[in-house]
């Protein structure tokens, strides 16, 4: 075992003194996350209180109460207007409470800056709507307790309030990319450049034999990954400010080394049935692109049509990207990723299956 970690750590020095390799694995990572980052809002993993000016024209006790409703929500009320056109303002008509009282129709506004609403603006749309909504029930039904007029059967969907987008969501989506960039392209490219050097053939007759070239190659492209996502996120935390946390980063940890091994046996597999280390990387490209585009990669997998969504759950990085999205966004436990982990195991067992079947010492 130690000469077979000697051959990894040996290959791995040679792949580091190839200058392409820092653009692949920091240069272009962090541009991707630059520009990709701003096609979205920059949102954390964190719950933050929505700033919304509050202007209350109604001077009756009604419209004090819909506010103390409205407090109990995720919102940060502002009464004093600094600003001459907030971001998000309610307005509370006059004689709100004598309409009320009345039960004559009023008309609540709540004006928006710009002609689009972002994640935030939609948050307090739902947290006004609830506001109302207790409101209503309570003045008109006498009942404190809205739940025992309606019956909602829900479940869990973790604790974000949004669609993850920006550097949030594209860090993570980077890793998986460039994972896959990497260990193809120098994992595939290093196994032809042995067999044609006739390396392998050397290395055949030690004690370690074919099983141990293998591994030794595998070990190379799990080193490769490990450099590749800890480079990522710490130059992503320091130039970014990408934080999620300690317990979120270490299960996010255990996605990427399952991920890692299935496209470490992928490389292996490509490095042993295609000629020359070009096609090596003219398919590495290819096949990169389409997994990381269709799994989700490159844009947040909730956005788009549901016959994306369904092409993406039969691709790894479908399985990978929505793991990694329960853990950093959703918080849900990590047994909730469990079927995803088993699934990426899977497409591991059969490309390591492949790629031990034609895995081949001599030049093809």
Aim: proline share 4%.
């Amino acid at each position: 075992m130690k000469g077979i970690l000697g051959f990894a750590l040996t290959e791995l020095k040679l792949i580091l003194k190839e200058k392409s390799f820092y653009f692949w694995a920091i240069v272009l990572p962090l541009l991707f996350i630059f520009i990709f980052s701003n096609t979205g809002e920059n949102n954390f993993a964190k719950e933050v209180k929505v700033p919304v000016f509050i202007r209350n024209l109604d001077k009756g006790k009604l419209s004090s109460e819909l506010i103390n409703y409205l407090k109990k929500e995720k919102l940060e009320l502002v009464s004093n207007n600094k600003k001459s056109k907030p971001s998000r303002e309610l307005i509370i008509p006059e004689n709100f409470t004598d309409k009320i009282l009345k039960k004559e129709k009023i008309i609540l506004k709540f004006k928006v800056k710009g002609t689009k609403l972002d994640s935030s603006s939609i948050q307090v749309k739902i947290s006004l709507y609830r506001a109302i909504y207790k409101f209503l029930i309570k003045r008109y039904l006498n009942i404190k307790k809205p739940e025992e007029v309606l019956s909602i059967k829900s479940k869990w969907a973790g604790k974000a309030s949004y669609i993850p987008t920006g550097v949030v969501h594209q860090m993570p989506a980077t890793i998986l990319t460039f994972l896959l960039f990497n260990i193809l392209i120098f994992g595939g490219t290093n196994l032809i450049k042995l067999r044609e050097r006739g390396i392998l053939r050397r290395f055949v007759i030690t004690p370690f034999g074919k099983k141990g070239i293998w591994v030794g190659l595998f070990l190379t492209n799990m080193f490769v990954a490990t450099l590749v996502s800890l480079v990522i996120i710490i130059i992503s935390a320091f130039l970014f400010s990408v934080s999620y946390g300690i317990i979120p980063i270490l299960n996010m940890l255990i996605i990427l080394f399952v991920f890692s091994v299935f496209v470490s046996s992928m490389s292996i597999y490509f490095g042993s049935v295609l000629k020359r280390a070009e096609a090596v990387v003219g398919v590495s490209v290819l096949v990169a692109n389409l997994l990381a585009g269709l799994g989700g990669c490159w844009w947040p997998i909730e956005i788009v049509p549901e016959f994306m969504k369904k092409i993406a759950m039969m691709l790894p990085t479908g399985w990978a990207m929505e793991a990694l999205d329960k853990l950093l966004f959703y918080k849900f436990p990590f047994v909730s990723v469990m079927t995803n982990i088993i699934v990426l195991t899977l497409f591991t067992i059969f490309f390591a299956i492949l790629s031990i079947k034609f895995f081949k010492i001599e030049k093809v």
